[in-house]
């Protein structure tokens, strides 16, 4: 039998099984997947009696897609950089490595594990804002289907910056809650928080150089009226642009991810893997 696709059954299979142990901690799910969409819900609604300066929208219907854009840098970010960063740490880097097509496999896995969780993230944090916040609403057939491209190509463009960071950390669990720092200091710049108008003109320049600022234009294309994109910088939505920088990151960024794991990876051996786990222990991990 061809190896490549068992290794890619095999990775869904693992993958499949690795969403569905998320669910058995009672924790995780509420730290996990309810957190974010209750404290953005929360907000939101507190929120319904204003609007966005210069615009139409309630303020709430923007924070809520806030919330959906900081989510989907969390998940393509600091999450996988600790996935990652967690499992060379405990040798299930190196296992994948020495098996047959297992790199195939381990990428096959994380990718779908990371999939199931967006899905099931996002879908509790857009329905409880589409029943709910008043003028956050997907625009037609044309905004689903924007909605849908925009949050696959944001986690593709991120999820290799996760991959590196994580496979460079020394501690993972330190350096992934520093790696949060600079996700919300973009995010600040980004025009995710507030209108990215409201910047100095460098900053500006400094924002669209990175995906969270394309990935939350995206989505407020997605979910907000046409008249609302007078507070964007162009005037407009710029959709082929926000495809065109997600695209090129999720690109870039595969290549610089595939080569700085294989690289890591030639670097790891079984004692290294043991002395990480001791120094684990050490830490009270």
Same mark, same amino acid.
């Given at each position: 039998?061809?190896?490549?696709?068992?290794?890619?059954?095999?990775?869904?299979?693992?993958?499949?099984? &690795?969403?569905?142990?998320?669910?058995?901690?009672? +924790?995780?799910?509420?730290?996990?997947?309810?957190?974010?969409?209750?404290?953005?819900?929360? #907000?939101?609604?507190?929120?319904?009696?204003?609007?966005? &300066?210069? @615009?139409?929208?309630?303020?709430?219907?923007?924070?809520?897609?806030?919330?959906?854009?900081?989510?989907?840098?969390?998940?393509?970010?600091?999450? #996988?950089?600790?996935?990652? +960063?967690?499992?060379? &740490?405990?040798?299930?880097?190196?296992?994948?490595?020495?098996?047959?097509?297992?790199?195939?496999?381990?990428?096959?896995?994380?990718?779908?594990?990371?999939?199931?969780?967006?899905?099931?993230?996002?879908?509790?944090?857009?329905?409880? @804002?589409?029943?709910?916040?008043?003028g956050f609403a997907v625009q037609g057939v044309s905004g689903a289907i924007t909605l849908v491209w925009v949050c696959l190509l944001t986690l593709l463009a991120l999820a290799p910056i996760g991959a590196i960071v994580g496979a460079v950390l020394s501690n993972p669990r330190t350096g992934v809650g520093l790696l949060m720092l600079p996700?919300?200091?973009?995010?600040? #710049?980004?025009?995710?928080?507030?209108?990215?108008?409201?910047?100095? @003109?460098?900053?500006?320049?400094?924002?669209?150089?990175?995906?969270?600022?394309?990935? @939350?234009?995206?989505?407020?294309?997605?979910?907000?009226?046409?008249?609302?994109?007078?507070?964007?910088?162009?005037?407009?939505?710029?959709?082929?642009?926000?495809?065109?920088?997600?695209?090129?990151?999720?690109?870039? +960024?595969?290549?610089?991810?595939?080569?700085?794991?294989?690289?890591?990876?030639?670097?790891?051996?079984?004692?290294?893997?043991? &002395?990480?786990?001791?120094?684990?222990?050490?830490? +009270?991990?």
């Amino acid at each position: 039998m061809n190896p490549v696709p068992n290794a890619v059954r095999a990775g869904l299979s693992r993958g499949w099984i &690795e969403f569905k142990n998320s669910f058995a901690n009672v +924790g995780e799910v509420l730290g996990g997947y309810l957190l974010t969409p209750a404290l953005f819900l929360a #907000i939101a609604v507190f929120s319904a009696d204003s609007t966005v &300066e210069g @615009g139409r929208t309630p303020l709430s219907a923007f924070l809520m897609t806030t919330g959906v854009t900081m989510l989907l840098l969390m998940l393509g970010t600091v999450t #996988i950089a600790q996935v990652i +960063g967690s499992e060379r &740490e405990d040798g299930t880097l190196l296992r994948a490595r020495v098996a047959p097509n297992g790199m195939l496999g381990y990428t096959v896995a994380k990718s779908w594990h990371l999939l199931t969780m967006a899905v099931v993230s996002l879908a509790l944090m857009l329905l409880p @804002g589409l029943l709910f916040v008043d003028g956050f609403a997907v625009q037609g057939v044309s905004g689903a289907i924007t909605l849908v491209w925009v949050c696959l190509l944001t986690l593709l463009a991120l999820a290799p910056i996760g991959a590196i960071v994580g496979a460079v950390l020394s501690n993972p669990r330190t350096g992934v809650g520093l790696l949060m720092l600079p996700v919300l200091g973009l995010t600040g #710049i980004s025009g995710v928080l507030f209108p990215i108008t409201w910047m100095p @003109g460098w900053l500006q320049t400094v924002a669209q150089v990175f995906p969270a600022y394309w990935a @939350g234009l995206g989505v407020r294309a997605a979910v907000l009226p046409e008249a609302d994109a007078v507070l964007e910088l162009a005037g407009s939505w710029r959709l082929p642009q926000v495809a065109v920088v997600l695209a090129l990151w999720a690109v870039v +960024g595969f290549a610089v991810a595939q080569w700085v794991l294989r690289r890591m990876a030639r670097g790891t051996s079984g004692s290294r893997v043991q &002395e990480a786990r001791e120094k684990a222990i050490q830490r +009270g991990y």
